[in-house]
């Protein structure tokens, strides 16, 4: 048992250190408000400085223009992205995270070729076409329908929770190609272009206001076939290929983050005055901030056991089903003693005098997505449930 | 970094485990509860098999390792309930002669925490030894100088109690420094007890969801249950982190600090050992609440090691300092 990082990983570490103190002040602020064509020029150039770095697509193979960085490394880089606090990965999300890993296993040469160095280049922006109306947790139950005819499919239906769906190239498209198979049987997955005719994009603003999700209405959509990756209607594995990246390290680096929101809400009790005294002299706060720094320090750790166990037996353990359920009600609790601290300040959502209250309520209103997204906290408990301890299995 | 048991740390869990599958199964818990916690034969095999000498050096008739393993060993002791003062006996080995080899039974008090409240002493008429960590250093004392009244009915079954009216002065063994490392290691072992009882309880209310049937169906099919049983698991494994990483970091303060990392143990496997036995009483329905499902020594025992090396009140101020002088 041994957690000290070896020389070449502290090699690695100074190496991108020095790389990020320079780049990121040069890269600026993000761009505010919903000019989402800024917003991919932004996160896009971020994504080709790191690839002309050395440092895109992380853990993505080196055949594929990745860095192939041992599981340690990969701890490293969301550490100190996190406290460099660099660009968040953003519009390229669904490119790195899901669309090109889902290609280098499944897609043919040629698909290989079209999507995957544009996409960790940054010249490539995917979003995802998975979820329904009528098909969220239960994704299998789409009803999205592509039928044959020659040599496209013509797709019709309904798309949500689409984010950037207004600057993407392509759409990872999840359709329904056999409706009399059993639901998982029936799925084939698609990397459509997003400038075909009948794709009508409409944002659906979040509780925050803010517009990068989108409703994506499909009418009579042709899609080539060579779009197709894999076989049809073995949709549903190629999915499943995907999904458990999503469950992986992928929040690292905002875990990683949280340590600082929290040194920060320190910081800011130490400056606050109740009563004629520090807010940080009240007892009752302090136990509540050290509560939650040792809870981010375990989970901290747990993320170093389940790699530690990942680099062991080579595939991610359930145990990442148990980070993503901690951690995302942490950050909620993390959100919420931060808007009591800021007492009546919270009621705006613009900085309150000297308070840094806009960042505070956007990020606290924030964190509720993050128990809803990628497997909601009680999807999460049933796979605990279910696959770790052996419990019956819901209806599928 | 290889943040994993070992090959050798997972037979020595194995061992230790099977041991006190052994020796302290239930029933044997029970005949304990009626002719006293301490048995001093059972004392003997716990430290034939290294448990006080585990950190010794071999030569000094150790085993020569480290808190890394010391916190499984402990894991395991917690999760079979051993009974004792099982910590500060391996603490103090090496340092009290006759403790590594069971001999000589040391237990303590642990005074560093905020001053006031009763003195209550766990297995005084057991002791041969009873050290006592102050801020200011660690004296000993003759546990049967002491003018201590029993307590009747305490809490935990398995650690019968005495209230010290007055304790004397005692002999100086250590210095503030030694005090504050002894309460440091002293709460990495007990964050590993308390895991272990985290382990077993999410483990016990597991296997009665699995197999207790009501409407026709077992209860660990109901998300309402099987949820609680989730959460459960979540906050074992959590506490395993924490608790490995206080190990690792004793072993090795160059990764971190080890003060800091003993108190996020302790909280967290605290918390996971409180909340789970707790769950394993709820799980149990109407048997959760009786003596004889095993539920309740859990949750009792917890509670007597959430009283030693520090309350969660104090590690949770302590981390709060920590993140101030980071901040």
Redesign the interface.
């Known amino acids: 048992m041994d957690l000290r990082y070896s020389e070449s990983d502290e090699k690695f570490r100074a190496g991108l250190r020095a790389w990020l103190r320079d780049a990121v002040p040069a890269h600026g602020d993000p761009p505010i408000g919903a000019d989402w064509a800024e917003r991919r020029e932004y996160d896009t150039a971020w994504q080709r400085k790191l690839y002309d770095a050395g440092y895109a697509g992380i853990n993505w193979p080196r055949e594929f223009g990745g860095r192939d960085a041992s599981l340690t490394e990969q701890l490293v880089y969301y550490e100190e992205v996190a406290r460099a606090r660099a660009p968040y990965v953003g519009v390229n999300f669904v490119g790195l995270l899901h669309g090109g890993p889902t290609l280098m296993a499944e897609g043919s040469p040629e698909q290989k070729e079209r999507h995957i160095a544009p996409i960790i280049r940054g010249e490539q922006v995917w979003c995802q076409g998975f979820s329904e109306p009528g098909a969220g947790s239960d994704l299998a139950a789409l009803s999205t329908r592509a039928e044959l005819d020659g040599d496209v499919y013509v797709v019709s239906g309904h798309k949500i929770w689409t984010s950037f769906a207004q600057v993407a190239d392509y759409c990872e498209l999840l359709v329904r190609t056999d409706p009399n198979a059993p639901k998982h049987r029936g799925i084939t997955w698609l990397a459509m272009p997003m400038d075909l005719p009948g794709i009508e994009i409409r944002p659906l603003p979040t509780l925050l206001g803010s517009g990068e999700f989108s409703e994506v209405f499909l009418e009579n959509v042709r899609v080539p076939v060579e779009c197709r990756v894999g076989a049809e209607n073995d949709g549903w594995r190629i999915t499943n290929v995907t999904l458990s990246f999503e469950r992986g390290t992928a929040f690292a680096s905002d875990m990683y983050q949280l340590q600082q929101s929290l040194r920060d809400l320190t910081a800011l009790a130490g400056r606050l005055t109740r009563d004629d005294v520090k807010a940080w002299e009240d007892r009752a706060l302090r136990r509540e901030v050290g509560h939650l720094a040792a809870e981010l320090d375990a989970i901290w750790a747990m993320v170093k056991y389940t790699v530690s166990e990942a680099g062991k037996t080579g595939v991610p353990g359930a145990t990442g089903s148990c980070i993503k359920l901690y951690y995302s009600e942490l950050k909620q609790r993390l959100g919420e003693l931060s808007m009591r601290l800021i007492g009546r300040a919270a009621l705006g959502r613009d900085d309150v005098g000297d308070l840094p209250s806009g960042e505070i309520v956007h990020s606290a209103l924030q964190s509720l997505s993050l128990t809803i997204a990628a497997g909601s906290s009680q999807i999460q408990r049933n796979i605990i449930s279910e696959r770790i301890l052996g419990l019956p299995r819901e209806p599928r | 970094?290889?943040?994993?048991?070992?090959e050798d740390?997972e037979a020595l869990r194995e061992g230790v485990r099977s041991f006190c599958d052994g020796r302290f199964s239930f029933d044997a818990l029970r005949e304990l509860e009626e002719k006293g916690a301490i048995d001093r034969e059972l004392w003997g095999e716990l430290a034939e098999m290294g448990v006080f000498s585990l950190r010794l050096p071999e030569s000094e008739g150790g085993v020569g390792l480290g808190f890394?393993d010391a916190v499984l060993v402990f894991a395991e002791l917690g999760r079979r309930l051993v009974p004792g003062p099982l910590v500060w006996s391996q603490l103090l080995a090496g340092r009290i002669d006759g403790a590594a080899d069971g001999e000589v039974v040391v237990g303590g008090l642990d005074l560093c925490g905020p001053v006031g409240g009763p003195l209550v002493v766990e297995h005084l008429d057991q002791l041969d030894a009873l050290v006592v960590l102050r801020s200011d250093g660690v004296v000993r004392v003759d546990p049967r100088s002491l003018h201590a009244k029993p307590v009747a009915r305490p809490l935990d079954p398995h650690t019968p109690i005495h209230h010290v009216a007055t304790l004397p002065d005692g002999e100086p063994i250590g210095d503030a420094e030694d005090a504050a490392r002894l309460r440091r290691e002293g709460g990495a072992l007990v964050a590993g007890q308390l895991l272990g009882i985290a382990e077993m309880t999410q483990e016990l209310a597991?296997e009665y969801?699995?197999k207790r049937e009501q409407f026709g169906?077992?209860i660990?099919?109901f998300?309402a249950v099987?949820?609680i049983?989730?959460?459960a698991?979540?906050r074992q494994?959590?506490?395993?982190?924490?608790v490995?990483?206080a190990?690792?970091?004793l072993d090795?303060p160059?990764?971190?600090s080890a003060a800091?990392?003993v108190?996020?143990?302790k909280?967290?496997a605290g918390e996971a050992a409180m909340k789970n036995s707790r769950a394993c009483v709820q799980v149990h329905g109407g048997m959760g609440y009786t003596w004889e499902i095993p539920a309740h020594y859990y949750l009792k025992r917890t509670w007597v090691l959430e009283n030693v090396f520090g309350t969660v009140?104090e590690?949770?101020?302590?981390?709060?300092?920590?993140?101030?002088a980071?901040?």
């Open positions: 970094m290889d943040f994993q048991l070992t740390q890394a597991t969801a699995r169906r077992p660990g099919g998300q099987k949820h049983l989730a959460d698991f979540t494994e959590l506490a395993r982190a924490a490995y990483a190990g690792a970091t090795d160059e990764v971190g800091r990392a108190s996020t143990a909280l967290v009140d590690h949770a101020e302590e981390m709060a300092e920590y993140v101030a980071d901040a």
